[in-house]
T-cell receptor, first 114, second 110 residues
């Protein structure tokens, strides 16, 4: 158990809909990262937050947004969903804000868009 | 942009043999690399890391080798066990993010 909690574990929705994925980092970790994992691709970095502030941005679509709340949990919002958004979405946390050191991953939220 | 590639998408080894998983990276300026293991239905789990000022780093049954000349990273697993069956990712740090490869699926044959 990494200590990172993601909900929901599975989510099935239709195209055009909007979903919110939630992540609770390990106790004491200030950084939260979101990754997308599709079948034929590795882990694609979406976005990082550190202590409530956006720290780094990857290939995150404009239809996607995220935030980190004062209690350090984070939410990833996916809107106007398309079939191609079906993927595993991972949240990871770390103590530091810099991209160094171990990332602790949750077990992911599997999104299926029909 | 960055690209992290893996030489083989799948690898099968006999239990007890050593495994070698390879990874090529493209950014010669990358300073930090990590290997992750992802078991079925789980999130990636840190195995070992290495900085660019090192050529080799050893952990418990695992060794990471870094060849900066050819931009190549490898993960060696000694005495491979059934529990080592998983997908292994290398990741390189660059530009405020980690770039992950597509992964190598390791199957251990009992």
């Amino acid at each position: 158990d990494s200590g990172v909690t993601q909900t929901p574990k599975h989510l099935i929705t239709a195209t055009g809909q909007r979903v919110t994925l939630r992540c609770s980092p390990r106790s004491g970790d200030l950084s939260v990262y979101w990754y997308q994992q599709s079948l034929d691709q590795g882990l694609q970095f979406l976005i990082q937050y550190y202590n409530g502030e956006e720290r780094a941005k990857g290939n995150i679509l404009e239809r996607f947004s995220a935030q980190q709340f004062p209690d350090l949990h984070s939410e990833l919002n996916l809107s106007s969903l398309e079939l191609g958004d079906s993927a595993l979405y991972f949240c990871a946390s770390s103590v530091q804000g810099a991209m160094i050191g171990e990332l602790f991953f949750g077990e992911g939220s599997r999104l299926t868009v029909l | 942009g960055e690209s992290v590639g893996l030489h083989l998408p799948t690898l099968s080894v006999q239990e007890g043999d050593n495994s070698i998983i390879n990874c090529a990276y493209s950014n010669s300026a990358s300073d930090y690399f990590i290997w992750y293991k992802q078991e079925s239905g789980k999130g990636p789990q840190f195995i070992i890391d290495i900085r660019s000022n090192m050529d080799k780093r050893q952990g418990q049954r695992v060794t990471v080798l870094l060849n900066k000349t050819v931009k190549h990273l490898s993960l060696q697993i000694a005495a491979t066990q059934p529990g080592d069956s998983a997908v292994y990712f290398c990741a390189e740090e660059g530009g405020n993010q980690f770039y992950f490869g597509t992964g190598t699926s390791l199957t251990v044959i009992p």
